[in-house]
């Protein structure tokens, strides 16, 4: 059966959630699942702005049927092709043969690899700042290439003054009944996922995410419609500005971030006497995570939010332990980037990792490794307590400056 909400007189979500899947592209753990957003648009002419993924077609296409109310479907815009939004798209050529696809070349094309479908007939390309007029209703196109794939583009609605961000501003997490972000309390119970999700799906692309804010920056936007998770149609510039500091990788929270593989519990000794001694300085919030327990987007997540970060790691077959040396490698990845870091290696016979972890940052741009590296051999003794207490003034004058 038909479950939407009404966005306006004339929009209206037709999206869905999906909460048993366990792994969002097939890699991020999900707790409460994930929303798949689609909007309807009923005007003169009729226009949908992206479909959904598979899991949650059914809903879709009743909602589809529903509001259309047997009038025709003009239009489906594709602003992002990936599955979890295009995946129904085939389908929907099928209930809806005359159907339009408005999208840019690069668009097309990913409709050829996905689907076998006839496309060059029913295709409408448009360019950026082309515009589509539905009636009252005048879409126009704006390119977001690499936010997060490369064909992306975002959709404005002059007329209502909304904005289709695409995966722009979306998060992980299903919807509950209450679509817009100012019936929920977003910052509390929604922002560590919104962080999750954008540092671990988009947060490679900072600087194209920053083209994309200057380039929307001059548009009147009342409403911000994401893929994922809420509608924005209040506060804006608060979550805005979360983008901001995300996408230029600047720290939203001045404080250590620990982070540390432990086999046998001599590191994480290390670490927990570092934690003390740190709180001992006056510091606040401090976070710590165990590699082979935390998931590595929890993580990155984590690592954008912080200022400082420590590593701290056994060696491991002459190389940083499995799990830290994923972590190391999926920052750089990520671009992460403006950071101060300091080390712990420990290593029974030849401890090599805090080395090798400092080759890895050292491709982070603008990160400064502060204070020396503490060597563990096995357990931490007491003659190494003074380095500790020295690590710790050098990360808490840091911080506090
Ligand atoms: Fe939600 Fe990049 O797809």
């Given amino acids: 059966m038909y479950s939407f909400t009404r966005i306006n007189d004339d929009v209206t979500y037709i999206g869905g959630s999906d909460r048993r899947l366990a792994l969002f592209e097939n890699m991020y753990?999900?707790?409460?699942?994930?929303?798949?957003?689609?909007?309807?648009?009923?005007?003169?002419?009729?226009?949908?702005?992206?479909?959904?993924d598979k899991s949650v077609d059914r809903v879709f296409f009743e909602n589809v049927e529903h509001i259309l109310d047997g009038k025709k479907l003009d239009y489906i815009i594709i602003n992002h092709m990936e599955p979890d939004h295009a995946a129904t798209l085939g389908d929907m050529i099928i209930r809806y043969p005359e159907v339009q696809i408005v999208g840019n070349i690069k668009t097309l094309a990913m409709i050829k690899q996905y689907f076998e479908f006839e496309v060059d007939s029913r295709f409408v390309t448009v360019c950026e700042g082309d515009s589509l007029e539905l009636g009252k209703h005048n879409l126009t196109f704006y390119m977001a290439p690499m936010v997060h794939w490369p064909e992306v583009m975002v959709t404005y609605d002059s007329k209502d003054k909304m904005l289709y961000s695409a995966d722009a501003f979306g998060i992980f997490g299903a919807l509950s009944g209450n679509v817009f972000a100012d019936e929920m309390d977003f910052e509390n119970t929604c922002l560590d996922e919104a962080r999750r999700y954008y540092t671990n799906i988009v947060g490679k692309y900072g600087q194209q995410v920053q083209m994309l804010l200057k380039k929307v920056s001059g548009l009147e936007i009342e409403m911000i419609c994401p893929l994922h998770g809420p509608v924005w149609r209040e506060n804006l510039s608060w979550y805005i500005d979360k983008y901001n500091l995300w996408s230029t990788y600047t720290p939203e929270t001045n404080t250590a971030l620990i982070v540390y593989a432990s086999i046998y519990g001599g590191t994480e000794n290390a670490v927990h006497i570092l934690a003390a001694k740190l709180a001992e300085?006056?510091?606040h919030d401090i976070v710590m995570y165990d590699v082979s327990k935390t998931h590595v987007s929890y993580i990155i997540s984590e690592a954008f939010r912080c200022s400082h970060i420590v590593f701290?790691?056994?060696?491991?077959?002459?190389?940083?332990?499995?799990?830290?040396?994923?972590?190391?490698l999926d920052l750089v990845a990520h671009n992460l980037q403006k950071r101060k870091v300091a080390f712990i290696e420990n290593g029974s016979w030849a401890p090599v990792s805090g080395k090798l972890m400092k080759e890895v940052v050292d491709k982070m741009k603008n990160t400064e490794i502060i204070g020396d590296v503490i060597t563990v051999k096995s357990t931490v003794k007491s003659e190494q307590i003074q380095a500790f207490d020295k690590l710790a003034s050098v990360i808490a004058d840091s911080i506090k400056q």
């Fill in 29 to 52: 753990p999900l707790t409460n699942g994930i929303s798949y957003n689609s909007y309807i648009i009923m005007d003169e002419k009729t226009a949908i702005v992206d479909t959904v």
């Fill in 281 to 283: 300085q006056g510091i």
């Fill in 312 to 328: 701290a790691s056994p060696t491991y077959n002459m190389g940083i332990f499995t799990n830290m040396e994923t972590v190391l």
